[in-house]
Nanobody, 117 residues
């Protein structure tokens, strides 16, 4: 069955870094645009970053530009989110998302990122 399993979240101090991973299985990973979303308490889920099927094109929300980097390894069926210079506003549950051109859409279960001193 389809699975998206996020890992790498945790507690980090302001200014620190984390690397999130999302391991995919059960579908043809290379056919899917991969994205990271996040949802902070009391807020709507928002798109953070996305990467096209081949990894050549990426998109970032303005608030994380220059600090976060999305990448994918189609050989490993994995998408990553490198997060640097973290601040408390980045505290949220981070979700992995897969979507193809036919509208098939999958979500992971989420991983908590907490930025606090």
């Amino acid at each position: 069955q389809v699975q998206l399993v996020e890992s790498g979240g945790g507690l980090v101090q302001p200014g620190g870094s984390l690397r999130l991973s999302c391991a995919a299985s059960g579908f043809t990973f290379s056919n899917y645009r991969m994205s990271w979303y996040r949802q902070a308490p009391g807020k709507q889920r928002e798109l953070v970053a996305a990467v096209a099927t081949t990894g050549t094109h990426t998109h970032y929300v303005d608030s994380i530009k220059g600090r976060f980097t999305i990448s994918r390894d189609n050989a490993k069926n994995t998408v990553y989110l490198q997060m640097n210079s973290l601040n408390p506003d980045d505290t949220a549950v981070y979700y992995c998302n897969a979507e193809d051109s036919a509208g098939n859409l999958y979500w992971g279960q989420g991983t908590q990122v907490t930025v606090s001193s």
